[in-house]
Nanobody, 125 residues
């Protein structure tokens, strides 16, 4: 499956952005989808994940209550709505996909098979 993320940009603290990730080349509903981010000089970190039908979602603690992950299987899209952004959210954001449930670890980057190219999010103070 190929993934294409978009929607990043420059926003002031307290603002909102909506990231989108378009999937192609596979049966989208077969994939659990995740969002990760990597800030300059830091390791990649888990942000959010959503299961195949959207029935379960997972978030890292720092974004709970501010970010919402969702998916539209009819459109082969996954979204990350980011509200109340803070400068610490500045990073390149990546979407990722995994088909097999084996070793179920939706918060682990190494568990995912496919990655998008990333989209830059910059939050100014």
């Amino acid at each position: 499956v190929q993934l294409q993320a978009c929607g990043g940009g420059l926003v002031q603290a307290g603002g909102s952005l909506r990231l989108s990730c378009a999937a192609s080349g596979g049966t989208f509903s077969n994939y659990i989808m995740g969002w990760f981010r990597q800030a300059p000089g830091k390791e990649r970190e888990f942000v959010a994940a959503i299961t195949w039908s959207g029935g379960s979602t997972y978030y890292t603690d720092s974004v709970k209550g501010r970010f919402t992950i969702s998916r539209d299987n009819a459109k082969n899209m996954v979204y990350l709505q980011m509200n109340s952004l803070i400068p610490e959210d500045t990073a390149v954001y990546y979407c990722a996909a995994r088909a097999s449930r084996y070793g179920y670890s939706p918060d682990m980057g190494g568990w995912y098979d496919y990655w998008g190219q990333g989209t830059q999010v910059t939050v100014s103070s």
